[in-house]
């Protein structure tokens, strides 16, 4: 096998073997060099990519050995806030006019992977952040949301993944159980370290609000327009609000029971102060948001549910998380997540 393997080598470049006689010998010898020349580049491509294999591949593993391999020969330097010069500082949200969804497609798309998942060129992100919306029947509202927030987030250098969490049916919407849900469907795609919850009707107005995780809970969205840009009250924990997993595991996610509108911030709220750790905020000028007109379907038990939500932190939960999960779709904007919840198994365990 080794001869005739040789031969083909060396006819391709244009040598043949001859056994006897000097001139076939420094034809051997040229066509040994060229040879061990191939190889050491093959050897040094190799060594640049790294030693995983590239043969079937997605683009995004292939994009990650490129750029983020070990033995990268050029290293990344990590990603900061200063680096990208297209940080704008106070910026304006566009709420008036609704794009195409193949519009936006055409627009981000080509900066993104499978999934609306974003990965710095220039840089090595410190962090992997995963948005979280919970959703239902808000299509304008998502579409125009997409425009703003992929650009925004971009321009802070960070790795991230849109992740939109639709309940499926007419049952009262529950945006915890979603935000939970989100949660854990994201950490199964990806390993991310920093989880942001985000209500779809809401837009920073400010790139200085950096999207991150602090030691302890971040409450992003303290500024809002239609609040005057005034914080409600102290313990305010709703709109757009970030914490770690190992925070979510340790208040145990968000509590599972609260359908219709409102109470499940306030019960998150409790849970990471009753932890031991505080709410932090940017200041004023920086947390500012502009907030989409939408109609809220009032839950009717919310303070009664919120009374029991000390009893509750440790059996309501992501360690009793009940769901189905219908559909699961890699966009080219977002990764979509239909899933139906029943009502009545959630809220029996409880005597509600």
Known sequence: MWPSARSAICSSCGIRFVKSSVRGQGRLILCL??????????????????????????????????FYSKKNSRE?????????????????ADTVSVPGIHELEEMLGPDLMPGGHFVPRLCRSKTKVAIIIPFRD?????????????????????????????????????????????YVESEMLHHYDCFIFHDVDLLPLDDRNIYACSENPVHLSASIDTHDFKLMYNNLFGGVSALTKEMMLKVNG??????????????????????????ERYIP???????????????????????????????????????????????????????????????EPFGL
């Open 33 to 66: 060099l060229i040879l061990m020349l191939l190889t050491s580049l093959i050897v040094s491509f190799a060594y640049t990519v790294g030693e995983s294999s590239v043969v079937g591949t997605s683009l995004g593993s292939l994009h990650h050995q490129l």
């Open 76 to 92: 990344l330097r990590e990603c900061h806030f200063a680096f990208n010069d297209t940080s704008k500082g106070p910026i304006e």
């Open 138 to 182: 808000r299509r304008i509202h998502l579409k125009i949301f997409l425009r703003h927030m992929h650009p925004f987030l971009q321009r802070q250098n960070v790795e991230y993944g849109i992740f939109v969490v639709e309940q499926e049916g007419v049952t009262p919407f529950n945006r915890a159980i979603l935000l939970n849900i989100g």
């Open 254 to 279: 968000f509590s599972n029971i609260y359908f219709g509108w409102g109470g499940e911030d306030d019960d998150m709220s409790y849970r990471v102060r009753s932890h031991g750790m505080d709410i």
């Open 285 to 347: 000028e920086v947390a500012r948001y502009t907030m989409m007109k939408h109609a809220k379907a009032d839950g009717p038990s919310r303070y009664r549910l919120f009374a029991s939500s000390r009893d509750r932190i440790h059996s309501d939960g992501i360690n009793t998380l009940k769901y189905e999960r219908i559909d699961i779709q890699l966009l080219p904007l977002y990764t979509w997540i239909l899933v139906r919840i029943n009502e009545s198994e959630i809220l």
